[in-house]
Nanobody
Framework: QVQLVESGGGLVQPGGSLRLSCAAS????????MTWYRQPPGKQRELVAAITSGTNTNYADSVKGRFTISKDSTKNTLYLQMNNLKFEDTAVYYCFWATNTGGYWGQGTQVTVSS
């Protein structure tokens, strides 16, 4: 059973930075896209950033210019560099790797932006 294990969440002050990682327990084939979602308290899950099987990237307007999604295929790992964090970035962050037959979710990691 493939697992996606996330790490890197935590408590940070406004303006600070965090880097999230999402590592696969084994090689995953036929990946269409690798994505990060987040679910703020009391709200629905929303797409934050995506990177295709190539290197095309897309971002939610709320994070453009502050977040960067990247991947290291040799390590089966997806990253999300988050800079200039704001209170409204507080959420549980999930990675999701979409494949031709469905996809895999990570367990989620909490990011809290607080002074």
């Amino acid at each position: 059973q493939v697992q996606l294990v996330e790490s890197g969440g935590g408590l940070v002050q406004p303006g600070g930075s965090l880097r999230l990682s999402c590592a696969a327990s084994e090689n995953i084939f036929n990946i269409r896209a690798m994505t990060w979602y987040r679910q703020p308290p009391g709200k629905q899950r929303e797409l934050v950033a995506a990177i295709t099987s190539g290197t095309n990237t897309n971002y939610a307007d709320s994070v453009k210019g502050r977040f960067t999604i990247s991947k290291d295929s040799t390590k089966n790992t997806l990253y999300l560099q988050m800079n200039n964090l704001k209170f409204e970035d507080t959420a549980v962050y999930y990675c999701f790797w979409a494949t031709n037959t469905g996809g895999y979710w990570g367990q989620g990691t909490q990011v809290t932006v607080s002074s």
